[in-house]
């Protein structure tokens, strides 16, 4: 071989090699570890989750919502940080989440998807999955059993009866008692009956409007303007159709509001608000400032479509006597 075409080919090799580099460079890659892939039921670990982009490059936030559904809870997720390093191409970012799980057996947990934009494109980077092994707390199934004791009997005298005339004393004033506040309460005029309850949708639409005259969003305040728009949302669900709504994640609710008989856009509309509101709460996104007005339209129009009258009949109005 020639020392030119040795030349050659190391020259090829080293071109490759940059546009190699170049081209993960302009990537967006993400990555999670686990500080421990065993562990017993009820332990906490933590997840790092480290993300490497091109200077330049907008997060909308990690979606940690797969997660839930494979036996994993959330404790705490911090905010994403910057990994300084003087004169990398790269932004390096990290963020931990704590967790913990009551489900024995083996978890197979599914990637992670980022949400960027870059260059004035939105697209989504994927991490690795990871496996977790949740392992029940041991059973001496082997300790000894032990004999009962016996019973130490002690000699009976007066004392051991003052109890039981002090309880007998005590039944007698109380049924005394009982008996001359029934006779005092027959003499009585019965009270008027409790008013109706306040309708669901009077509820909901009178939080909604004061909602709307707080300007949080306009202030800045997302996260807070997101939070009580859901909420507010999540209890007319109880409190209308009865719906476990307060305790339940968002893909739990999306499975409820399938039974209400709400057309397939706006029941679309409505888990597209509880998702936005999961990643301004969990992932620290920012959405389009027009997303909220919308978001609150679509919850009073929800409302106010659905509200249920409740009818005053003869038995809730006071009777003259």
């Known amino acids: ?58 997060l909308q936030g990690v979606h940690y919502e797969a997660w839930k559904d494979e036996g994993v809870e959330l404790l705490d997720i911090k905010p994403i940080s910057p990994l300084h390093k003087d004169g990398s191409p790269q932004l390096l970012l990290q963020q931990e989440i704590k967790l913990t799980s009551f489900d024995t057996g083996y978890h197979r947990l599914p990637p992670l998807e980022v949400i960027y934009i870059l260059n004035e494109a939105t697209d989504t980077a994927i991490s690795n999955n990871l496996g977790l092994e949740v392992m029940d707390l041991p059973v001496q199934e082997d300790a000894p059993i032990r004999d009962n004791k016996g019973i130490i009997k002690e000699a009976r005298n007066w004392h051991d009866a003052l109890p039981y005339g002090i309880g007998l004393l005590i039944l007698l004033l109380l049924v005394g008692l009982g008996w001359w506040i029934s006779k005092r309460k027959a003499k009585e005029k019965p009270a008027p009956p409790p008013p109706p309850p306040i309708p669901a949708h009077k509820v909901a639409l ?16 997302v996260k807070a303007f997101q939070s009580e728009l859901t909420y507010i949302f999540r209890e007319y669900l109880e409190k209308r159709f ?50 909220h007005a919308k978001a609150l339209v679509n919850i009073m129009e929800f409302v106010e479509n659905t509200k249920k009258e409740i009818v005053e009949t003869a038995e809730n109005k006071d009777t003259e006597a």
């Open 206 to 221: 009178s939080k909604l409007s004061a909602l709307e005259k707080k300007n949080l969003w306009q202030t800045g305040k």
């Open 242 to 291: 009865g719906l476990n709504a307060l305790e339940t994640t968002t893909t739990e609710i999306k499975d409820q509001l399938s039974t209400i008989a709400i057309e397939k856009d706006q029941q679309k509309s409505l888990i597209n608000i509880l998702e936005t509101a999961d990643m301004v709460k969990f992932a620290k996104a920012i959405p389009p400032e027009d997303i």
């Open 1 to 58: 071989m020639t020392p030119l075409i040795k030349k050659n080919i190391i020259f090829g090799f080293f071109l490759t090699f940059l546009l190699v580099g170049n081209a993960l460079l302009a990537q967006v890659n993400i990555s999670v570890k686990l500080d421990k892939s065993k562990l017993m039921i009820g332990d906490q670990f933590t997840a790092t989750v480290n993300i490497s982009a091109p200077k330049g490059t907008t």
